[in-house]
């Protein structure tokens, strides 16, 4: 059972052009089509759920924006995507002791 703290992310293409969304430090890049939500997961890499930090300290994400991409920095010791459903987007495995259904 994992012990650590999970943290998600809502990314939505509300333009009307598909949506760079990578996902660092891994330098994972994916399409999201316009309408299209995903959701990138983390898990924190410490027992007691607390998170890194990019920028500040403590926090599970840092997005960076621009005109047709999105960077998210997940600050936790691995990721995976999935739809608003909890379908996997990706079905790369990076090792992730954490995922699994309710992940």
């Known amino acids: 059972m994992f012990a650590g703290g999970t943290a998600r992310l809502l990314v939505r293409n509300d333009g009307e052009a598909p949506l760079e969304l990578t996902v660092?430090?891994?330098?994972?890049?994916?399409?999201?089509?316009?309408?299209?939500?995903?959701?990138?997961?983390?898990?924190?890499?410490?027992?007691?759920?607390?998170?890194?930090?990019t920028l500040r300290g403590d926090e599970p994400f840092q997005v960076d924006h621009r005109r047709d991409s999105v960077t998210v920095w997940a600050n936790g010791n691995c990721f995976h995507l999935s739809d608003l459903a909890g379908n996997a987007i990706d079905a790369v495995d990076w090792q992730c002791s954490a995922q699994g259904p309710d992940s």
């Open 24 to 53: 660092e430090p891994w330098a994972d890049t994916y399409q999201i089509l316009p309408g299209q939500t995903c959701v990138v997961v983390t898990h924190s890499p410490t027992g007691d759920g607390s998170w890194s930090g």
